[in-house]
């Protein structure tokens, strides 16, 4: 098996990441996935019939769907990856761009056994895919596009996600589930667009983490060695977060999502108020 192809646990063993024999490997391997996995802006702008509005309408559908079949996080991140990974590399008829996504979702599902033990999360079949699409494409013609992205993807499915850089970056906070909650809500609107497609997954995780304390803290102190993509980053996903999808909002204005939804319209509505962050010297 080629490196390529090794797989990434989705799911954070926290007792392997502090285990200080492993770490430098496991970060280097998460590195070299990341610049496997990532998509390419320029290719898939050079889809002929897809465009970026119709990609947020399918990425709503994901989300939806998603949350319909209370999946882990890590299949959200996984299914949209997948995805812009495929229209990197292959043509896609608007037709099909639906059944794209439901295969996706439909193997993100599928990538992870341990995400869903003891969790309460059962993976769709195939006909419930089909019936979610109201019976659009059959369960032969979402196994068939299952087939056509991996053998597009050449089989190499082991992606770090966003989410799972926001847990290894909080793993010292394991208590501040407020926090952890704002910086999921950031992560999955950044799912949306554009700005963050071609951006690696650990810079949206440590930007989601710093913006989220921004917004919960008020300010941050920011030391000279934070990347410039990062702060880049933060800045974009503080303009998009004025007008969050409302699939996401919604999800996030409940309690077990500690409000934060709520907690983000009210710092926006505060004109006295201004986040702000600080350069360390």
């Not at 990609?55 to 997948?82: A, C, E, G, T, W």
């Not at 979610?132 to 190499?156: K, P, R, Y």
């Not at 939804?261 to 350069?279: C, E, K, M, N, P």
């Amino acid at each position: 098996m080629s490196q390529d192809q090794v797989q990434v646990p989705s799911s954070v063993d926290t007792l392997l990441w502090e285990e200080s024999d492993y770490l430098e490997d496991i970060m280097q391997h998460l590195a070299y996935m990341e610049n496997v996995t990532l998509p390419s802006v320029p290719m898939i702008e050079m889809q002929i019939q897809i465009t970026w509005q119709l990609r947020s309408s399918l990425i709503d559908f994901v989300v939806r769907s998603h949350q319909y079949f209370r999946l882990p996080s890590q299949v959200l991140f996984l299914s949209v990856n997948l995805i812009d990974r495929y229209c990197s590399r292959k043509q896609i008829g608007k037709e099909y761009y639906l059944l794209l996504g439901s295969a996706a979702l439909w193997i993100a599902s599928k990538y992870d056994g341990k995400a869903y033990q003891g969790k309460g999360f059962a993976r769709p079949s195939a006909k419930e895919i089909s019936e979610l699409c109201n019976g659009m494409f059959d369960e032969h013609m979402i196994a068939q596009m299952e087939i056509s992205i991996l053998f597009t993807l050449g089989w190499v499915l082991g992606h770090p996600t966003t989410d799972q850089g926001i847990k290894f970056l909080l793993v010292g906070e394991p208590e501040n589930k407020e926090l952890a909650s704002m910086a999921a809500y950031l992560s999955e609107i950044s799912l949306y667009h554009r700005d963050f497609v071609g951006i690696k997954p650990s810079a949206i995780a440590e930007s989601c983490c710093m913006l989220a304390k921004i917004i919960l803290y008020g300010s941050l102190s920011i030391g000279d060695n934070t990347e410039a993509v990062v702060m880049e980053t933060l800045n974009s996903l503080w303009k998009h977060v004025c007008q969050p999808p409302p699939a996401i909002s919604e999800k996030y204005l409940r309690q077990n999502r500690h409000y934060v939804a709520q907690i983000v319209f009210s710092r926006l509505a505060d004109s006295t108020g201004h986040a702000t962050y600080d350069r360390q010297a």
